[in-house]
T-cell receptor, first 114, second 114 residues
């Protein structure tokens, strides 16, 4: 089975621009989450999608938004980029349901805002 | 509030030494899950173990072992006979039973010197 794939792997954007990051979840996983990992820090939860609906959000402003598609792939959109948005963005998927299983993570998109 | 503390920022050991990575967590929930992930330089977080709060049995998987103690809110990870391939950043994480996010610690960077 394929794991979680993310694109692009690296991206450089200018402050104020908008960016879209993409993620294909692991086969059979209907829950997708996005995390932001600043250099030297642990991943911070941005939001989670379950069956195309956002069902959890961390402490991130509304300019961070997302989508989940019927095939459970997902996008993360960030508007009005700021220098502090420079980070590794990780997509993770897991089976939904009552049990909390471990995520399968992608390799991430390294975003640099200049 | 949920919180995970990994007090050891960096650890260096010589190959074949044993090493223990500490994890202390805080939660008011009675049902929760604990995880360990490994992050090699490639960036992808690799799932190592999941433990629910009702299972305090220690676990061993090859050279890896985990010690879960609810009395001290700790979930420590030991690598026996360390190898160079164990060099990575290791993260401990906590999830509520019905929560949507994982709370990660700040990670411990392990370097195994040949």
């Amino acid at each position: 089975e394929t794991g979680v794939t993310q694109s692009p792997t690296h991206l450089i954007k200018t402050r104020g621009q908008q960016v879209t990051l993409r993620c294909s979840s692991q086969s059979g996983h209907n829950t997708v989450s996005w995390y932001q990992q600043a250099l030297g820090q642990g991943p911070q939860f941005i939001f989670q999608y379950y069956r195309e609906e956002e069902n959890g959000r961390g402490n991130f402003p509304p300019r961070f938004s997302g989508l989940q598609f019927p095939n459970y792939s997902s996008e993360l959109n960030v508007n009005a980029l700021e220098l502090d948005d420079s980070a590794l963005y990780l997509c993770a998927s897991r089976p939904g349901g009552a049990e909390v299983y471990g995520y399968t993570f992608g390799s991430g998109t390294r975003l640099t805002v200049v | 509030a949920q919180k995970v503390t990994q007090a050891q920022t960096e650890i260096s050991v010589v190959e074949k030494e044993d090493v223990t990575l500490d994890c202390v967590y805080e939660t008011r929930d009675t049902t929760y899950y604990l995880f360990w992930y490994k992050q090699p330089p490639s960036g992808e977080l690799v799932f190592l173990i999941r433990r629910n709060s009702f299972d305090e049995q220690n676990e061993i998987s090859g050279r890896y072992s985990w010690n879960f103690q609810k009395s001290t809110s700790s979930f420590n990870f030991t690598i026996t006979a360390s190898q160079v391939v164990d060099s990575a950043v290791y993260f401990c994480a906590l999830s509520e039973a019905f929560g949507n996010q994982f709370y990660f610690g700040t990670g411990t960077s392990l370097t195994v010197i040949p």
